[in-house]
């Protein structure tokens, strides 16, 4: 081998690593552990009803010096909705509401993310009850800790939905107030 | 629970606008427009894209009726194979896209599960042979008696079977049905009555059809059980088979009121296990209003029940807290 084709390979060899170097994206997988999902809504306009999702999966990415290149994503089973009421629940999951059997996940898929004072802007498309819908939330947090050899970063959000935007039975909103108040907490940990 | 006065006007429009035509030809699309109607005064509209399983058997429904109206238009060997066709589609229409047929993590052939094949290859034919079977019963064999009982019978298991569906929690579910039962109400009522006419056969693809589609509704995504859903089924079907020489077959209108008293009493029983079922799911909730009446702290007489599975609680006086009124003591 020449010393030219050395050179050549050489630097064919850290084009390829520079793009994996650069890139400082780090990966995550939703902890289901130290994380939660859970809502409230409006009851007769009187008080709250509070409920969970107890199976909620994810992963993200996080690029700490090119934000716009980081992603979230976040899937939701529908079926695992608890509210601390059996009946309840079961109520929830058929067609009146949920429709689980028809829309078994409840998903958001970011597609753009920005950096903002203490966490990140990130927009993506909300699917929920067969609809999507581009939503922008506020991802507070990203602070990153290593516990016992895990790289951790936890992030909270709390978004407000309008049922009647996802093409909830507009007959079975009445009661329970139209809005919805999501909130996320949840903790990443490294792959 | 869903407003019963709304319900009720629901049922009694479809009736009524299509009460004209069980004297006319133009019955089968009455019948139609009766249920349009009743849809209408229940705010129930398809959405567009039909998503769930009620929206695809609201957009099903005039294709059934079209397949009853071309009986008169096309040839035989055409009409049956359109009216087959219609009844096949029930199964893989109400079923799309859903749980049953796909899993997002599972393996599939042509996006559907090798599990959601096998459900389809062993449900898709039943409306059809459910059909075939009650055509001959009330046709084949010239049972007019049958034929006279049957639209009723229909009307009779579509409504008991959308109140099961709503004591279920499917609301949306059940209310659907009850204009279809409206809108058959007139035709069953007139073929009791005034007996069957050969020019005037019942629509029975789009009665047992529809039938069909909301049981497959309630059992996929309501919560109907199989054995609920075969017995709704199996009730027109059993009511229509011939009865043992000599016991009222001669006698065509006493035979119409055997069969019709047994369906009532079939859809009775079956009406009385899903309320007891009900009454079970629904008795922590109705314990806990039980002792919220008895506290001395008497709070919001709202139906606790009611309220706890998100329906409208009955409008009451504000919250008052009575003291407890100690025991009396005799002075001194």
């Known amino acids: ?191 | 629970m869903p407003d019963a006065l709304l319900s009720l006007l629901a049922f009694l429009t479809a009736a009524v606008v299509a009460a004209p035509g069980a004297a006319t030809r133009l019955y089968p699309l009455l019948m139609l427009a009766g249920c349009v109607c009743g849809l209408l005064v229940l705010q129930i509209l398809p959405g567009l894209p039909p998503v769930s399983a009620a929206d695809r058997f609201l957009y099903l429904l005039p294709v059934l009726m079209l397949a009853d109206l071309a009986e008169t238009v096309l040839p035989t060997r055409m009409h049956r194979l359109l009216r087959s066709t219609a009844l096949l589609t029930p199964v893989p229409l109400i079923l799309h896209q859903s749980v049953w047929l796909t899993q997002p993590a599972a393996a599939t052939i042509q996006g559907i599960t090798p599990t959601g094949w096998l459900l389809l290859a062993g449900l898709t034919p039943l409306p059809l042979t459910g059909a075939v079977l009650l055509q001959r019963l009330t046709t084949g064999f010239s049972r007019p008696a049958v034929a006279a009982g049957l639209p009723l019978n229909l009307t009779c298991c579509l409504l008991c079977s959308a109140v099961v569906i709503m004591l279920g929690g499917y609301l949306k579910g059940g209310l659907l049905a009850l204009p279809l039962a409206g809108s058959m109400l007139p035709f069953a009522l007139r073929n009791v009555f005034a007996g069957p006419r050969p020019d005037r056969p019942l629509p029975l693809t789009y009665c047992w059809g529809s039938l069909c589609c909301l049981l497959l509704i309630g059992l996929f995504f309501g919560r109907l059980t199989p054995l609920q859903c075969s017995c709704f089924a199996a009730i027109p079907l059993v009511t229509a088979l011939p009865l043992p020489p000599g016991s009222a077959e001669h006698c065509g209108r006493r035979q119409t009121v055997i069969r019709t008293v047994l369906t009532a009493l079939l859809c009775s029983l079956l009406l009385y296990q899903a309320w007891s079922v009900f009454a079970v799911r629904m008795l922590p909730l109705l314990a806990h209003r039980q002792q919220l009446a008895e506290q001395p702290f008497r709070c919001c007489p709202a139906d606790a029940c009611s309220a706890t599975l998100g329906q409208t609680a009955s409008a009451g006086p504000p919250c008052v807290h009575k003291p407890p009124v100690p025991p009396h003591t005799p002075a001194g």
């Open chain 1, 1 to 191: 081998m020449s010393v030219s084709q050395a050179l050549l390979s050489l630097a064919l060899c850290t084009a390829t690593l520079l793009p994996v170097s650069a890139s400082a994206a780090e990966e995550y997988v939703y902890d289901a552990v130290h994380s939660s999902v859970s809502f409230k809504a409006r009851h007769l306009d009187i008080s709250w009803i509070h409920g969970r999702f107890n199976e909620v999966d994810g992963k993200f990415s996080i690029d700490r010096q090119d934000p716009t290149k980081s992603s979230f994503q976040l899937t939701i089973k529908a079926d695992s909705v608890d509210t601390a009421n059996a009946a309840r629940d079961e109520h929830l999951r058929q067609p009146d509401y949920f429709d689980t059997k028809q829309f078994p996940t409840i998903e958001f898929r970011s597609t753009k993310v920005r950096a903002i004072e203490g966490g990140y802007e990130v927009t993506g498309d909300f699917t929920m009850h067969g609809t999507t819908r581009s939503i922008t939330i506020q991802l507070m947090g990203g602070r990153q800790i290593e516990s016992r050899g895990v790289r951790r970063v936890g992030f909270s959000t709390e978004l407000r939905l309008k049922r009647s935007d996802y093409n909830f039975d507009k007959n079975a909103i009445g009661p329970i107030g139209d809005e919805a108040v999501v909130i996320i907490d949840c903790e990443g940990m490294s792959k």
